[in-house]
T-cell receptor, first 116, second 111 residues
Framework: ETGVTQSPTHLIKTRGQQVTLRCSSQSGHNTVSWYQQALGQGPQFIFQYYREEENGRGNFPPRFSGLQFPNYSSELNVNALELDDSALYLC???????????????FGSGTRLTVV | RKEVEQDPGPFNVPEGATVAFNCTYSNSASQSFFWYRQDCRKEPKLLMSVYSSGNEDGRFTAQLNRASQYISLLIRDSKLSDSATYLCVVNSPSNTGKLIFGQGTTLQVKP
């Protein structure tokens, strides 16, 4: 079974630009979550998508938005990039529907975004 | 107060040592608890879930104390390959699927 794949692996953007990050869920997983991990910190929850709808959101401004597609793949969009958005962005998929993940979460290897 | 707190370390131990990591969480309604391992510049990977009765997986033992809101991970007979960051993780009771991560504890096992 294929795991979670993310693209691109690395990205450099200029402050004020927009970026789209992509994630393909693990086969059989119907829920996808996005996390931001700054250097030296644990991942921070951005939001979760289930059945193409946002199920929950962390403490991130509206310029962070997402989509989930019928094949359960997902995008994270960030507008008006700021220097503090520089981080590792992780996608995690699970099967278990809204809220729960009794079978655990599988993380992709992440996209490392640098904003200059 | 952080929702999940860990001592960031680093913990530097010799091969064969026993090392223990601790973690506290703030929301008493939390129901699911995990330890994840993260290697440098890689994604977090599930090490083990933590159950109320305590559970063991080879050299790794996890304990949960709900009354104290305290989670621990014990690693026996440390190997060089155990060097990594260990993340204490709590599933938010808010039904959003949110995982709340601690800052992580860095372990360096030396020959």
């Amino acid at each position: 079974e294929t795991g979670v794949t993310q693209s691109p692996t690395h990205l450099i953007k200029t402050r004020g630009q927009q970026v789209t990050l992509r994630c393909s869920s693990q086969s059989g997983h119907n829920t996808v979550s996005w996390y931001q991990q700054a250097l030296g910190q644990g991942p921070q929850f951005i939001f979760q998508y289930y059945r193409e709808e946002e199920n929950g959101r962390g403490n991130f401004p509206p310029r962070f938005s997402g989509l989930q597609f019928p094949n359960y793949s997902s995008e994270l969009n960030v507008n008006a990039l700021e220097l503090d958005d520089s981080a590792l962005y992780l996608c995690a998929s699970s099967r278990g529907g809204r809220g729960g993940a009794p079978y655990g979460y599988t993380f992709g290897s992440g996209t490392r975004l640098t904003v200059v | 107060r952080k929702e999940v707190e860990q001592d960031p370390g680093p913990f530097n131990v010799p091969e064969g040592a026993t090392v223990a990591f601790n973690c506290t969480y703030s929301n008493s309604a939390s129901q699911s608890f995990f330890w994840y391992r993260q290697d440098c510049r890689k994604e977090p990977k599930l090490l083990m879930s933590v159950y109320s009765s305590g559970n063991e997986d080879g050299r790794f033992t996890a304990q949960l104390n709900r009354a104290s809101q305290y989670i621990s991970l014990l690693i026996r007979d440390s190997k060089l390959s155990d060097s990594a960051t260990y993340l204490c993780v709590v599933n938010s009771p808010s039904n959003t699927g949110k995982l709340i991560f601690g800052q992580g504890t860095t372990l360096q096992v030396k020959p």
